[in-house]
């Protein structure tokens, strides 16, 4: 089927378009963008150049995609990009940067919800079914993996890591890396129990999140070190996958883990 464009659109003649694609009134889209088959830009969007939208994704009015970084670092006129998976829902007022050095790039990935006015600054690595909240906000190089969920006027810190199904509740300020599974919470936020909700959604088996639910008590809720914590977990559940992705985290850990609070260890005992 043929692009529609409205009249009233401005789209610089070195964009793709894929087939099927609506670009409703007062979007501009730059040079060297490229958009997927069946991608809605409904109306007011601004897609930067450099920037690649994926297939099925829409587009809300007075988003900004793939403009330049909001660092101090970026050199003018430097060339960095931006690339958005498919069938990814981005609404209201939502900015996504482009990375900050040349050659750079801030990805986000499918089937992912980016609610009204979250952004995603330079150098972020958003994976696939992750749900940024209302006015969630991850600042510069954060990751964010598959399936994790941050709530509502959240704020993630440069260079942390949110792991696999994790999720961050509403108003959390997080400053350190949220292992994979967990539920933060806090100002600054915590790891406070294990995302036994968010694990099913991801597809893991009853017997996997009993293996989580384990290893949250080995790592922070019998006192041992960090290191004595991750021998016994290579030694009581092997090569187990989910249980593997939490070690690698720790261990990849650039900030430091969001341990639990002591105050909350009754709490976590009983889960």
């Given at each position: 089927m043929a692009v529609e464009i409205d009249k009233l659109a401005v789209v610089h003649k070195g964009a793709q378009l894929g087939e099927n694609c609506h670009i409703g009134p007062y979007c501009t889209i730059a040079d060297d963008v490229e958009i997927g088959d069946g991608t809605v830009l409904r109306a007011h969007a601004y897609v930067d150049a450099h920037t690649h939208i994926g297939a099925g994704c829409d587009v809300f009015p007075y988003v900004t995609l793939g403009v330049p970084a909001q660092d101090l670092k970026h050199v003018e006129g430097e060339v960095s990009h931006t690339t958005i998976g498919d069938r990814t829902i981005v609404r209201e007022f939502v900015s996504i940067h482009a990375g900050t050095q040349e050659g750079s790039q801030t990805t986000v990935g499918s089937d992912c919800a980016l609610l009204a006015h979250s952004h995603v600054a330079h150098n972020c690595k958003v994976g696939n079914h992750v749900v940024l909240s209302h006015s969630a906000t991850l600042g510069g190089h954060v990751v964010v993996d598959d399936y994790a969920n941050l709530g509502g006027l959240s704020a993630v810190h440069q260079f942390?890591?949110?792991?696999r199904a994790a999720m961050v509740a509403g108003m959390s300020r997080v400053i350190q890396d949220v292992l994979p599974f967990t539920i933060a919470e806090g100002f600054p936020a915590h790891m406070r129990i294990v995302n036994k909700?968010?694990?099913?959604?991801?597809?893991?088996?009853?017997e996997a999140i009993a293996d989580v639910r384990k290893t949250f008590r080995?790592?922070?809720?019998?006192e041992l070190r960090l290191e004595a914590a991750v021998t016994e977990l290579h030694a009581t559940f092997g090569d187990a996958p989910h249980v593997q992705l939490m070690v690698d985290a720790i261990n990849g850990s650039q900030r430091g883990l969001a341990r639990p609070e002591s105050a909350m260890i009754e709490l976590n005992v009983g889960e």
């Open positions: 942390c890591h949110v792991g909700v968010g694990m099913e959604r991801a597809g893991y088996s009853s080995i790592l922070f809720l019998r």
